[in-house]
């Protein structure tokens, strides 16, 4: 089963400023016929359920402000907010889609500094 | 539009079953798979399985291999959630989860329900 390990467990951000979020898994996403990673990031507040932000590592999806971005290949992810907004404020995992079963990272709790 | 809606919340001993649907509307149903989520009070995601839309075809996390039922109505557009011989550690919110569409199978969760609290206690 592939493990997915998210730094750090919590941030604190000021508004206006660039907050990361990093998720590594235990063996690779990217699947070389295609050349694509299977992972994807979600957002989620208090009393909802989880929110697609972005998948195929860096694909927004539609209605994402662009502010929010994903990198990296292979093992190594990064979710970056360019600014932080009040509304940002929840908690961000990854998932990996790449093998069953599929896995979450643990979670990184964003607040505002 | 694109909506998945859960059925309400249940409570359930110590051993029983409990059984979770999830109506979709807005979409062709059998277009798209759905995967089943659940989340311990204070907790992260946990991934447990998969529906075909189009043939009803199962994946399960081996975790719920032998516990767990998923079924689909197409004649109501309806996905079911089945888990049998409940234990206190199964206390959750389970989700339900449509797959992103495209040319290329995979679990990216795009539509989600809105949850459904099991609690188990004697």
Request: with cysteine; glycine share 10%; hydrophobic share 30%.
């Amino acid at each position: 089963d592939i493990v997915m390990t998210q730094s750090p467990d919590s941030l604190a951000v000021s508004l206006g400023e660039r907050a990361t979020i990093n998720c590594k898994s235990s063996q690779s996403v990217l699947y070389s016929s295609n050349n694509k990673n299977y992972l994807a990031w979600y957002q989620q507040k208090p009393g909802q359920p989880p929110k697609l932000l972005l998948y195929w590592a860096s694909t927004r999806e539609s209605g994402v402000p662009d502010r929010f971005s994903g990198s990296g290949s292979g093992t190594d992810f990064t979710l970056t907010i360019s600014s932080l907004q009040a509304e940002d404020v929840a908690v961000y995992y990854c998932q990996q889609y790449y093998s069953t079963p599929y896995s979450f990272g643990q979670g990184t709790k964003l607040e505002i500094k | 539009q694109v909506q998945l809606v859960q059925s309400g919340a249940e409570v359930k001993k110590p051993g029983a079953s409990v059984k979770v649907s999830c109506k979709a509307s807005g979409y062709i149903f059998t277009r798209y798979g759905i995967s089943w989520v659940r989340q311990a009070p204070g907790q992260g995601l946990e991934w447990m399985g998969w529906i075909s839309g189009y043939n009803g075809n199962t994946m399960y996390a081996q975790k719920f291999q032998g516990r767990v039922t998923m079924t689909t109505d197409t004649s109501t557009s309806t996905v079911y959630m089945e888990l049998r011989t409940l234990r206190s550690d199964d206390k959750a919110v389970y989700y339900c989860a449509r797959h992103l569409g495209g040319p290329i199978p995979a679990a990216i969760l795009e539509i989600w329900g809105q949850g459904t609290m099991v609690t188990v206690s004697s």
